[in-house]
């Protein structure tokens, strides 16, 4: 379903500027603040996720959601946000905070 202008207001109005909560070590990333949501639909509980846009290869940025402290605690990837396609997923997510709020089409 595709995204209504108030959709994306809800959307910004909800965007933190805050601290993360978990330790991340890329210089190269940009911290898009933290998101709490379910993985998928269907899932009972919630994730807290960081939000990070990366632009370390400068042609192909890519997206982070990181949910804890140990290095492998994390997903990421452009075609993982697009191929989920659930508005819920972190990802996703991350992908629409980087696009309007940190400038990851320019």
């Known amino acids: 379903m595709p995204m209504t202008g108030n959709d994306c207001d ?3 109005t909800h965007m933190t500027e805050d601290v993360p909560t978990y330790e991340h070590d890329c210089d190269n990333c940009r911290y898009l603040g933290s998101h709490t949501t379910k993985w ?3 899932d009972k509980s919630e994730t807290l996720f960081d939000l990070y846009v990366c632009a370390k290869q400068r042609d192909m940025p890519t997206v982070i959601a990181r949910y804890g402290n140990d290095g492998p605690d994390y997903t990421s990837g452009l075609y993982h946000a697009l191929a989920f396609g659930e508005l819920t997923h972190p990802l996703v997510e991350a992908v629409i905070r980087a696009v309007f709020r940190a400038g990851l089409a320019s």
């Open 10 to 12: 809800d959307r910004l």
């Open 40 to 42: 998928w639909p269907e």
